[in-house]
């Protein structure tokens, strides 16, 4: 068995990933995060946001998305296996990486600047994502009241 604790800040994202030897637990700390989880088939079996206290079981070979709400999340994950692997669809070590081209264009119809924009545009990032956009920053204020900057 194996745990990690992962502190996501607001809006960060954690790449489609799955657990290639292991089984997942989820348990929600502080924060909030949205998580999608698909099963080996394709299909949707969890589409839905944790809160502080909730857990979420996720089988090996399930792919999971994770997001960050504006709050940001803590959470503590325990593997079923003290070396447990995960393989992620995007970023610098992803399976999109290792697959030339063509075989991207190919596989998902689609044009070869689009399939090198998606190999490529994360390339620098390993496996959390910074939101691409520019957001505005809010302070909260011992009254309340929330000032943006």
Sequence with gaps: MSATRVHLYQNAIISPLWNINAHSVMYMIQGHIWVQVVNDHGRNVFNDLLSPGQLLIIPQNYVVLKKAQR???KYIEFKTNANSMVSHIAGKNSILGALPVDVIANAYGI???????LKFS????LGVFAPKF???IFRSFPNGEEVSS
């Design 71 to 73: 709050d940001g999340s």
């Design 111 to 117: 044009s070869r600047t689009e399939a090198r924009s």
């Design 122 to 125: 994360r390339e620098e990032e």
């Design 134 to 136: 520019s957001q505005s």
